[in-house]
């Protein structure tokens, strides 16, 4: 797949979310989108794994309420077992390494960070790998100056090297489990306070094709009134898709925010649903 494939289907997810009271037809987004409705239709398909119709029913609130639901009990077994029962990304599959507090106070000084703008399949991606691991993975759509500003943001004593060949294999390890099963765990690398560590790692355990509100992941780490707080270290994680933030709702079942765009975080979650074992419907 393409970004210029990715770049259609989210804007069909725009338009279908911006018209979702009127229920368009298939001809209708596939128009918008400049496709004919068979070319539109073979495009989802392909991208997704399923039809737009079928899709689209795993991105209405009252779906996701139901799997909010479910997703409780989902994430107590995750809990109980060590891993996220069945999920793509578990720690087995991603394991962490958090600096010391003397590397969190350096900010970076001493590590060398390479660095690459690649496509996947959810659009361009900034990766950047140190000898420990993954340091950051963010989406981006077309300001790439700004991307590689908010990776030195992150490191900001660290010494910057652009390396695409590196970092286009790693990316490909990164989403070969869309096809795959992965054949070792990927390194992680983390700088960020304790609070963060935990509800990073807690976000691991929630599995792939299932949600959780807010309130769930502060329940799981002991901090069953820290909520906002939560929210707020969600939001600031830097490792996009590995570390499964898009997994995370309000409690409504409402969208709630998403650092690289809402459309993104529903086409993540779209396909994820989508190809869940556990939780698809006929």
Not at 135 to 156: E, N, S, T, Y
Not at 191 to 203: E, I, P
Not at 218 to 236: C, E
Request: hydrophobic share 40%.
């Amino acid at each position: 797949m393409t970004d210029s494939d990715y770049a259609k289907v989210a804007a069909a997810i725009v338009f279908i979310r911006q018209k979702s009271l009127e229920q368009p037809s298939l001809d209708e987004v596939a128009a918008h989108i400049g496709l004919s409705p068979y070319h539109f239709q073979r495009l989802f398909q392909r991208w997704a794994g399923v039809s737009p119709k079928r899709f689209l029913q795993y991105l209405t609130s009252q779906h996701a309420r139901q799997l909010l639901r479910q997703s409780q009990s989902l994430l107590e077994t995750s809990y109980a077992v060590g891993l996220s029962s069945g999920g793509r990304l578990h720690d087995l599959f991603v394991t962490i390494d958090a600096v010391t507090p003397g590397e969190f106070k350096s900010k970076g000084a001493g590590l060398n960070i390479c660095w690459g703008i690649h496509p996947s399949p959810f659009g361009e991606c900034l990766i950047g790998l140190t000898t420990r691991g993954i340091c950051h993975l963010q989406f981006i759509d077309r300001d790439h100056q700004q991307a590689l500003l908010l990776l030195k943001k992150d490191w900001p004593n660290a010494c910057f090297l652009q390396d695409d060949a590196s970092t286009s294999a790693t990316l490909a390890q990164v989403f070969s489990s869309l096809k795959r099963s992965p054949t070792k765990p990927l390194p992680l690398l983390l700088r960020g306070t304790n609070f963060q560590l935990r509800v990073w790692q807690a976000l691991l355990k929630i599995p792939g094709g299932s949600v959780s509100s807010y309130g769930q992941v502060a329940q799981l780490i002991d901090s069953p009134n820290s909520a906002r707080a939560v929210g707020t270290a969600i939001g600031q994680n830097p490792i996009a898709w590995l570390i499964p933030c898009h997994r995370v709702l309000r409690g409504d079942g409402s969208l709630g925010g998403y650092r690289w765009g809402e459309e993104r975080k529903l086409a993540i979650l779209g396909q994820e649903i989508a190809h869940s074992p556990h939780l698809r419907r006929p």
